[in-house]
C-alpha cells in the first residue's frame, strides 16, 4: 500500500460547525503533516507529527486541531471555521530522519467551504 | 530570508522537450524536490537531488547546482496530460529538518 487516504473527499460546513478531516497511510511512514492549499498557490504546512508526536505548528489558529492516535492516523478537528479557511487541505507522510529522498506522499485532499 | 523562485507559467508543444528552472536561497539545504500538481489534485513527487548533478528518471531529469543555488527539471517527449503546475522545493536541515520551502510552482500548458 502506497497511498495516503483522505476523507472526506468534499466537505461543506457551516462557521458553528464541528468536523473532523482524517487521514490514514499504511507505508509504515513516522512523519505526518497537513496542508492548506489555496488555488494557484503552494501547499502552507500546518503541523508536522513525527513518531506521534507534534514536532512543528506553523502558529495556526487553535480553530485547527490536530489528533496523532497513532503511526498511520492523523485527524484534524475543525471549529469555529472562517469563510476564508475554506481550501483545500492535504495530508502528507513520508520515512522521518528529515533526510533521504523518498518525498513526501500526498494524499488527494479534501475540498473543504466554510459558509 | 528564504526564496525560491521559479517562472509562472510556460508553454511547449506535445512531444517537445522543456526545462523549469529554479534557483533557491534558503538558510539551509537539505535536498530539492519536483512535484507535479493537476488542478485540483494532490502533488506527486517527481523527483530529488541532494547531490550536484543529473538525475534521470525515464523522461524526466533534474539537475542540481548547490553551488549556485539551481535547479531544473527537464521533460522530454512531452505529453498533453503533462499539463500541469510544477512545483520545485526545498528541504531545510537543523531546525527546518522536516519542512519544505515552495516556489509557487510554473504552470506549464502542452499544447497539440
Known amino acids: 500500500d502506497t497511498e495516503v487516504t483522505q476523507t472526506p473527499k468534499h466537505l461543506v460546513m457551516g462557521m458553528t460547525n464541528k468536523k473532523s478531516l482524517k487521514c490514514e497511510q499504511h507505508?509504515?511512514?513516522?512523519?505526518m503533516y497537513w496542508y492548506k492549499q489555496k488555488a494557484k498557490k503552494p501547499p502552507e504546512l500546518m503541523f508536522v507529527y513525527s513518531y506521534e508526536k507534534l514536532s512543528i505548528n506553523e502558529s495556526v489558529p487553535s480553530r485547527f486541531s490536530p489528533e496523532c492516535p497513532n503511526s498511520s492516523l492523523l485527524n484534524l478537528h475543525l471549529h469555529a471555521l472562517q469563510p476564508e479557511d475554506s481550501a483545500l487541505y492535504l495530508c502528507a507522510s513520508s520515512q522521518d530522519t528529515g533526510t533521504g529522498g523518498s518525498g513526501y506522499t500526498f494524499g488527494s485532499g479534501t475540498r473543504l467551504t466554510v459558509v | 530570508g528564504q526564496n525560491i523562485d521559479q517562472p509562472t507559467e510556460m508553454t511547449a508543444t506535445e512531444g517537445a522537450i522543456v526545462q523549469i528552472n529554479c534557483t533557491y536561497q534558503t538558510s539551509g539545504f537539505n535536498g530539492l524536490f519536483w512535484y507535479q500538481q493537476h488542478a485540483g489534485e494532490a502533488p506527486t513527487f517527481l523527483s530529488y537531488n541532494v547531490l550536484d548533478g543529473l538525475e534521470e528518471k525515464g523522461r524526466f531529469s533534474s539537475f542540481l547546482s548547490r553551488s549556485k543555488g539551481y535547479s531544473y527539471l527537464l521533460l522530454k517527449e512531452l505529453q498533453m496530460k503533462e499539463s500541469a503546475s510544477y512545483l520545485c522545493?526545498?528541504?531545510?536541515?537543523?531546525?527546518?529538518?522536516?519542512?519544505?520551502?515552495w516556489g509557487l510552482g510554473t504552470s506549464l500548458a502542452v499544447n497539440p
Open positions: 507505508m509504515g511512514h513516522r512523519a
Open positions: 522545493a526545498v528541504r531545510g536541515n537543523a531546525g527546518n529538518n522536516r519542512k519544505l520551502i
